[in-house]
């Protein structure tokens, strides 16, 4: 990619919308002031926080009264070598598999890794809300993986995970009852960026090939060296200390080397060629809007297909903290769209590869 590197002072920061700054102060302590950053100093502290208060529904939960069919399945996970191909093998991957009851198959599946900046969030979490609001209206079958969490697993392991999970899957398509050309992988935040290298990491390998890519305020860069990454410190839901410790988290020894693997920090990736059709959304005011438009422009540069929403004066996870508002309604809706567009495409045969 040929993103500017440079990083003049800031001087001025764009303005939150006037209904997400208000579920934003709702956070702040009395109202005012940034939230407290991530370091490495309560990083632990924050994951036993996370893991105590994230809901976690059990899969009767999950199965809302009989709407959706809802199973945990335990597959073979990755070997757990240095680069995820050598080495004794990992240990087992968890995938909540889900979809509407009653429908026939087979379903298009959405393959979701959940966010959390790679050391917090679960598999289960996110579900309630991605059943209600693609499941059930679009008729697709859902797998959340449960990854493991940095900095007990460091990369490749927590990608390793997914892929060894999407592998499965895709294999076991008749079994799932679910249509192997037409996998669609996505996450949030960090589960964006885990999408994001994905999707380079199965089409380097020749391995299940998606058929889009859905990328929500994704993770993709650990050089912190964006004008956004110094313009909104400080300022939001997550800024450029808390984004350091979990990148260091991550890769350990790794962090900021020159010759970090794309499959770490998608942003690092100088050929985007061949990949599915992005949808890239992002807010105008958190950290990673510059990082997430240069990967869009640099699919486009690549001669793909990328769909990019900047949401003014939003910060990141704006639609979680601010359910109801006006502007998270408008998001939701663009995703929904695109996803539909890109259900209704015919499928070409060819989106499953052997791994």
Not at 161 to 169: E, K, N, T, V
Not at 235 to 246: E, F, I, K, M, V
Not at 342 to 355: I, Y
């Amino acid at each position: 990619m040929n993103a500017d590197r440079t990083t003049p002072e800031p001087k001025v920061v764009p303005p939150f919308d006037p209904e997400l700054d208000a579920a934003l102060a709702a956070l702040r302590p009395g109202g005012k002031g940034p939230r407290e950053p991530l370091t490495p100093d309560n990083l632990r502290a924050r994951q036993e926080r996370d893991a105590a208060a994230r809901p976690r529904p059990t899969t009767e939960a999950l199965r809302a009264d009989g709407r959706f069919e809802v199973t945990e399945l335990r597959v073979p996970g990755p070997p757990d070598g240095p680069d995820g191909s050598g080495g004794s093998d990992g240990p087992d991957v968890t995938l909540v598999s889900a979809r509407p009851s009653g429908l026939a198959g087979p379903l298009p599946l959405l393959y979701y890794m959940h966010g959390g900046a790679m050391i917090m969030g679960n598999a289960w979490s996110v579900l309630p809300r991605i059943l209600r609001e693609w499941a059930l209206p679009l008729g697709l079958a859902v797998i959340s993986v449960e990854y493991r969490l940095a900095p007990h697993a460091q990369y490749p392991q927590p990608l390793e995970d997914c892929y060894a999970g999407l592998a499965w899957a895709a294999g076991h398509a008749a079994e799932l009852d679910i249509d192997p050309d037409r996998i669609i992988i996505g996450g949030k935040s960090a589960g964006g960026g885990l999408a994001a290298a994905l999707a380079l990491l199965a089409r380097d390998r020749g391995g299940p090939r998606a058929l889009g890519q859905l990328l929500l305020c994704p993770m993709l860069d650990d050089r912190n060296s964006t004008f956004s990454s110094h313009q909104m410190t400080g300022r939001g839901t997550w800024d450029l200390t808390s984004n350091a410790t979990a990148w260091k988290a991550l890769l350990g020894d790794r962090y900021g080397t020159a010759d970090l693997p794309p499959y770490a920090a998608p942003s690092r990736a100088t050929d985007l060629s061949g990949l599915p059709p992005a949808y890239i959304d992002v807010g105008s005011a958190e950290m990673f809007r510059d990082e997430d438009v240069a990967y869009a422009n640099a699919i486009w540069q690549s001669g793909g297909q990328a769909e990019l929403h900047v949401w003014p004066g939003a910060y990141h996870g704006f639609d979680s903290l601010a359910p109801q508002a006006t502007l998270t309604q408008d998001a939701r809706n663009a995703r929904t769209r695109w996803l539909q567009r890109l259900l209704t495409q015919p499928a070409t045969g060819t989106a499953a590869r052997t791994v």
